[in-house]
């Protein structure tokens, strides 16, 4: 009994590891199109606003007082973003893991709360770097760019 359960233990593993190679492309995959979405996203939000950031840079508002100002936002649906991904997440990889797992051999479906705060983490860093990029273009408003 105990070496049947040790040769089913193996060969899970072993159809397994071809799977592993796949999540990581896919993880891959989606930190480059995050990365170009995002920077679309925070490019046309300054775009969007650059009426409205350069009338407050005419009314007396520092360089820094509008990037921080841009910057809140920019925090606050991060934040959002991340709290709606570990949601959606959580049922979409309970469901997933329920339909694929075999009779004989479960899978651990208990939420990681390490994991969660990992992701939180990883995401926050990314959309910082994104935001830091996209934000120079504040810098460079002109107060004669009022049309």
């Given amino acids: 009994m105990i070496s049947s359960n040790v040769s089913l233990y193996r060969s899970s593993m072993n159809a397994l590891t071809p799977l592993r190679?796949?999540?990581?492309?896919?993880?891959?995959?989606?930190?480059?199109?995050?990365?170009?979405?995002?920077?679309?996203?925070?490019?046309?939000?300054?775009?969007?606003?650059?009426r409205e950031l350069?009338?407050?840079?005419?009314?007396?508002?520092?360089?820094?007082?509008?990037?921080?100002?841009?910057?809140?936002?920019?925090?606050?649906?991060?934040?959002?973003?991340?709290?709606?991904?570990?949601?959606?997440?959580?049922?979409?990889?309970?469901?997933?893991?329920r339909f694929v797992e075999h009779p004989s051999a479960g899978f651990y479906l208990t939420p990681s709360l390490s994991a969660w705060l990992c992701s939180a983490g990883i995401t926050a860093l990314y959309s910082i770097g994104i935001y830091a990029l996209s934000l120079r273009k504040v810098k460079d408003l002109k107060l004669t760019d009022i049309d």
Avoid at 23 to 50: D, E, S
Avoid at 74 to 95: D, Q
């Fill in 21 to 50: 190679y796949i999540i990581l492309v896919l993880i891959i995959a989606a930190g480059v199109m995050a990365y170009f979405i995002l920077m679309n996203l925070a490019n046309m939000y300054i775009n969007q606003k650059k």
């Fill in 54 to 97: 350069t009338v407050m840079r005419i009314n007396g508002f520092t360089t820094k007082e509008v990037i921080s100002y841009v910057a809140r936002e920019a925090v606050v649906t991060t934040f959002a973003g991340i709290l709606l991904g570990i949601g959606v997440g959580a049922v979409c990889g309970y469901l997933i893991l």
